[in-house]
């Protein structure tokens, strides 16, 4: 028989925070009263109308009641409405989906839809999180699935066409030309949009990706038009749309609105900050003194006037920003005390400090242990020549602890941070720039306390005769006092330019925001959103589209703050590509990460099946107990829909998902034979958890620690402008006389320090509205009881780990949780407790690479 089934609608209207279209409210209660309202259908699950194409039976239209009666705020808040649907039980069956139509003039965000009274049930939910545009915007009915899961060869017929159907509008099959915003296209495109050759050579950046070349994971599809100048260059963004940010990612996949207004006020605030890049006194390059860069975190740094700010403006659109500074000059200038000089302002130059961060700092993902001494290369010698390490034994013997280099090598006692053979290919291209780098390795030996100390540095350039020739390398050892302790920091200096630009163009960039992307886009293609697979995924995807266009809009573009603040300069991207060739997927997992640099050795009867050879290793010690709880939660939950490998083979969805991933997104590595054959449970298992493991915690490795570490910039300088002095040399008689003043002109100067640091402060805050691990944005993300107990246990874990972590931190005997610098390890901390609030807490996971 007939029955009303009530139900509630929460959504959020579009609000006076959205500044594109101030009229929006007035113009949808207008629409309201001329009958212009919205509406919804149920979808049976179960009850196929054969008269509707064999699909599920659907109801009458119902309206959301009391729109014009409920106020809409200033501010992005959820509002609650009720609609009543006819619904004859006993003809219609179970509801598992609903069309809705906007018949409204603006967009609003739709978050959940639940049914009360339902016959046989508690309740049936629907969580939607997605914006829904009026119905003109769109050649299709926006469709939403009930929050149960199914496998495509589960799901029931009435369902079974909507679910394909909705894949192939997310696939914009047909759609040509720009996409709007109320698009929801998610295609393929290469890294075409960087360069802006219509200025000139000097802005003109390759096409990365598509080519062996130059490959590249893809990015996002926008559709603009090519370049004037260049046809395989993307157009980019000019005016209002540059001021405002708004570069095409399907309009779910952009920032919340609290979200977007916080990344915006920090923007404008780092922009007004790098408005200090030309400081007003005699000096103008570099600083003068250490005092002078802690003067940065002291307020005592004064503007200069708008007259003298004309020479920066084309790095960064004065039009946002010519507003916010006094003409007069008198704006001061505060950024936050990095957290590196917080307890003691000198402990960053020591060695024990310099060595602790390569396990527990910025970068802790590149050290390797050494298996053969002396470090040899991997350069084809046919091209360039011999570039086998120079270090000899007489260089370090004496720092041994009575141990010879073999004894030390037998012992698993020596370490390597190698950015040699990265770096040698470009370092003629680089220092044909601004830079003046070297191609550094630097070896350590483990001490019986767990720390390492550093036991020498080779600096390495190309023989000036041609590559051919091999290498030029000069090798410098520890001293403390004299010019010889001056000479030794700048060698550690140069270290960490090496470290500095490796990490943000690779450990940060490359192997974490640009290898997720095509995850992203290959999910929503194939992946409907009822599909389990989805459900455990889309956390984990959460703005990271939207990032990585702001990225390539601001940072990695031509001219952007990257190439301004990174040595590289207009090679940054480039260089990445090269690396991106031995990209490999299977070894993003930790355990097969610290395998493959021999940080640990196989041990089956260990957690992870392996043994650390480094014991208090922070990162890994964390990292391993993370990646553990991420896997065991992934094993629960994919065994409560896979019962055998065949089913895992004979989905459909997910072998066309990971076909695509690997033939489309990271199509130029197609060939490679490690990529899993996603034919058994173990493969889906393996896959996801390394996935989940890069966007969540391995992002949060190298993203969060970047203000606490590199806000300070002579602890983690990103330029050199000079070599190393000669003995004999203006230079050398400079540094005897005043090493600091030495050491300022060399690494990144004053201007280029504002802007990286005025950039870190954004990249490093954590948002108001951070979902971390463990969390869901909705209790109600799943109606399957096994896998919320099976995501209960993964939160317990997890809450599990952060005290585990914290009673580390707090062990006198761990001396690399702390250091000199009294700085503990918190970047793993899962934070899914929500103990930690948001900005510069360097605490938390969050579920995605999300800034």
């Known amino acids: 028989m007939a029955k009303t089934v009530t139900g509630k609608v929460v959504l959020v209207k579009k609000n006076l925070t959205d500044m594109t279209d101030p009229a929006a409210s007035l113009l949808d209660r207008v629409g309201e009263?001329?009958?212009?309202?919205?509406?919804?259908?149920?979808?049976?699950?179960?009850?196929?109308?054969?008269?509707?194409?064999?699909?599920?039976?659907?109801?009458?239209?119902?309206?959301?009641?009391?729109?014009?009666?409920?106020?809409?705020?200033?501010?992005?808040?959820?509002?609650?409405?009720?609609?009543?649907?006819?619904?004859?039980?006993?003809?219609?069956?179970?509801?598992?989906?609903?069309?809705?139509?906007?018949?409204?003039?603006?967009?609003?965000?739709?978050?959940?839809?639940?049914?009360?009274?339902?016959?046989?049930?508690?309740?049936?939910?629907?969580?939607?999180?997605?914006?829904?545009?009026?119905?003109?915007?769109?050649?299709?009915?926006?469709?939403?699935?009930?929050?149960?899961?199914?496998?495509?060869?589960?799901?029931?017929?009435?369902?079974?066409?909507?679910?394909?159907?909705?894949?192939?509008?997310?696939?914009g099959i047909g759609r040509t030309g720009e996409l709007?915003?109320?698009?929801?296209?998610?295609?393929?495109?290469?890294?075409?949009d960087l360069g802006m050759p219509e200025l000139g050579k000097k802005f003109a950046r390759p096409v990365?990706?598509?080519?062996?070349?130059?490959?590249?994971?893809?990015?996002?599809?926008?559709?603009?038009?090519?370049?004037?100048?260049?046809?395989?260059?993307?157009?980019?963004?000019?005016?209002?749309?540059?001021?405002?940010?708004?570069?095409?990612?399907p309009r779910d996949e952009r920032f919340s609105t609290v979200k977007f207004w916080d990344f915006l006020a920090y923007f404008l605030k780092a922009v007004s900050q790098t408005m200090g890049t030309v400081i007003d006194d005699h000096n103008i390059f570099h600083f003068d003194s250490i005092q002078d860069v802690f003067d940065m975190y002291e307020g005592h740094i004064k503007l200069p006037s708008n007259d003298s700010l004309k020479g920066i403006r084309d790095a960064i659109p004065w039009t946002l920003v010519k507003e916010l500074l006094r003409n007069d000059g008198e704006k001061l200038m505060k950024f936050p005390v990095p957290a590196v000089i917080k307890e003691d302002k000198n402990a960053w130059r020591t060695d024990a400090e310099f060595a602790r961060e390569t396990l527990a700092g910025l970068n802790p993902v590149i050290i390797n242990r050494l298996r053969e001494f002396p470090p040899t290369s991997k350069l084809d010698p046919e091209v360039y020549g011999n570039?086998?390490?120079?270090?000899?034994?007489?260089?370090?013997?004496?720092?041994?602890?009575?141990?010879?280099?073999?004894?030390?090598?037998?012992?698993?006692?020596?370490?390597?941070?190698?950015?040699?053979?990265?770096?040698?290919?470009?370092?003629?291209?680089?220092?044909?720039?601004?830079?003046?780098i070297y191609a550094t390795r630097t070896l350590f030996f483990l001490q019986d306390d767990g720390t390492l100390k550093p036991l020498a540095i080779e600096l390495s350039l190309p023989h000036p005769q041609g590559d051919k020739h091999g290498a030029v390398s000069k090798v410098f050892t520890p001293a403390e006092r004299g010019v010889e302790g001056s000479i030794w920091q700048l060698a550690k200096a140069y270290v960490g330019v090496n470290d500095s630009g490796y990490h943000q163009l690779i450990s940060h960039w490359l192997n974490t925001h640009a290898v997720v992307e095509p995850?992203?886009?290959?999910?929503?293609?194939?992946?409907?959103?009822?599909?389990?697979?989805?459900?455990?995924?889309?956390?984990?995807?959460?703005?990271?589209?939207?990032?990585?266009?702001?990225?390539?809009?601001?940072?990695?573009?031509?001219?952007?703050?990257?190439?301004?603040t990174v040595y590289p300069r207009n090679f940054a991207l480039e260089m990445s590509s090269a690396i991106y060739k031995g990209w490999n997927f299977t070894e993003q997992a930790l355990p097969a990460d610290l395998l493959k640099r021999g940080m640990a050795v196989k041990d089956p009867g260990s957690p992870n099946g392996i043994n650390l050879v480094v014991k208090d290793y922070p990162f890994a010690v964390d990292g391993l107990e993370i990646w553990s709880a991420i896997e065991t939660w992934v094993t629960e939950y994919c065994c409560c829909y896979y019962t055998s490998d065949q089913a895992v083979e004979k989905d459909e969805e997910l072998q066309s998902w990971w076909g695509e991933i690997r033939d489309e997104g990271h199509g130029d590595l197609k060939e490679q034979p490690w990529w899993p054959k996603m034919s058994t449970i173990h493969d889906l298992v393996q896959s996801c958890t390394t996935l989940i493991w890069i966007a969540s915690a391995l992002h949060a490795a190298v993203n969060f620690g970047q203000y606490p570490y590199a806000g300070f910039l002579p602890n983690r300088p990103t330029v050199s402008r000079r070599f190393m002095p000669e003995a004999g040399s203006k230079e050398y008689a400079e540094l005897e006389k005043n090493p600091d003043l030495a050491l300022l002109k060399t690494i990144t100067p004053q201007d280029q320090t504002m802007i990286g640091v005025s950039l870190i402060e954004i990249l490093s805050r954590h948002s108001a509205d951070e979902i971390y691990l463990g969390q869901r944005e909705s209790d109600e993300w799943t109606s399957d009881e096994k896998a919320l107990a099976a995501f209960k246990r993964f939160r317990e874990n997890l809450l599990d780990i952060e005290k585990k972590i914290e009673t580390r931190n707090n062990d006198p005997n761990l001396k690399n949780r702390n250091g000199p610098v009294k700085l503990p390890y918190t970047f793993l901390d899962p934070n899914t407790s929500g103990k930690s609030g948001e900005g510069l807490t360097g605490i938390g996971i969050p579920n995605s690479v999300s800034i």
């Open 208 to 249: 990365l990706g598509g080519t062996a070349q130059y490959p590249y994971p893809r990015r996002g599809k926008t559709g603009r038009a090519p370049n004037r100048k260049d046809p395989n260059t993307e157009s980019r963004l000019g005016g209002l749309d540059m001021i405002l940010l708004n570069i095409y990612v």
């Open 519 to 564: 995850f992203v886009i290959a999910t929503n293609r194939r992946l409907s959103a009822i599909h389990p697979i989805y459900k455990l995924l889309h956390p984990h995807y959460r703005d990271t589209m939207n990032i990585n266009a702001l990225a390539r809009m601001l940072l990695i573009n031509a001219n952007g703050i990257v190439e301004l």
């Open 387 to 436: 570039q086998h390490s120079s270090i000899r034994e007489d260089d370090i013997k004496h720092n041994l602890n009575g141990l010879s280099v073999k004894e030390a090598l037998d012992n698993n006692r020596l370490f390597i941070l190698d950015h040699h053979d990265a770096l040698m290919t470009y370092l003629r291209r680089v220092n044909s720039t601004s830079s003046r």
């Open 33 to 171: 009263l001329l009958h212009h309202r919205v509406s919804l259908q149920l979808v049976s699950a179960n009850v196929v109308d054969f008269a509707n194409w064999k699909r599920g039976k659907l109801s009458m239209p119902a309206y959301l009641e009391d729109w014009v009666g409920t106020l809409t705020p200033i501010t992005a808040k959820e509002a609650a409405f009720s609609v009543r649907f006819e619904w004859d039980v006993e003809s219609m069956g179970v509801p598992g989906a609903f069309i809705i139509r906007n018949n409204h003039h603006s967009q609003f965000y739709l978050k959940n839809v639940t049914l009360y009274d339902y016959p046989g049930h508690s309740w049936i939910h629907f969580d939607c999180n997605s914006w829904v545009y009026p119905t003109d915007k769109y050649k299709y009915n926006r469709i939403f699935f009930a929050n149960k899961s199914y496998l495509p060869s589960e799901t029931p017929e009435a369902l079974r066409d909507y679910r394909k159907e909705e894949l192939e509008n997310l696939r």
């Open 180 to 192: 709007k915003e109320w698009d929801r296209v998610y295609d393929y495109a290469f890294y075409n």
